[in-house]
């Protein structure tokens, strides 16, 4: 089972908050889950808008990952 930050369970299809670093920063993104394995998260990007990358997903620690299913969140 895999857990995250608060160790809550992270499952597929979970809304989450994940960490990337970029150069020097840390930043925190929202996506949802979509392959869990026992120590890395696969995270794709909610918003078209956010840019984490080159790619749609990210592969997170799950250590850097925080499960905001049941949180209110404002929505765009």
């Known amino acids: 089972m895999t857990r995250d930050f608060l160790g809550n369970e992270i499952k597929v299809g979970d809304k989450v908050v994940a960490?990337?670093?970029r150069g020097t920063s840390a930043l925190l993104y929202e996506?949802?889950?979509e392959k869990?394995?026992?120590?890395?998260?696969?995270?794709?990007?909610?918003y078209k808008g956010y840019d984490w990358g080159?790619?749609?997903?990210m592969r997170v620690d799950s250590g850097k990952?925080?499960?905001i299913n049941d949180i209110a969140i404002?929505?765009?």
Do not use: L
């Open 19 to 21: 960490m990337r670093y």
């Open 31 to 33: 996506g949802i889950v």
């Open 36 to 46: 869990v394995s026992p120590k890395t998260v696969c995270v794709r990007k909610k």
């Open 54 to 57: 080159m790619h749609d997903v």
């Open 65 to 67: 990952v925080v499960v």
């Open 74 to 76: 404002k929505e765009e």
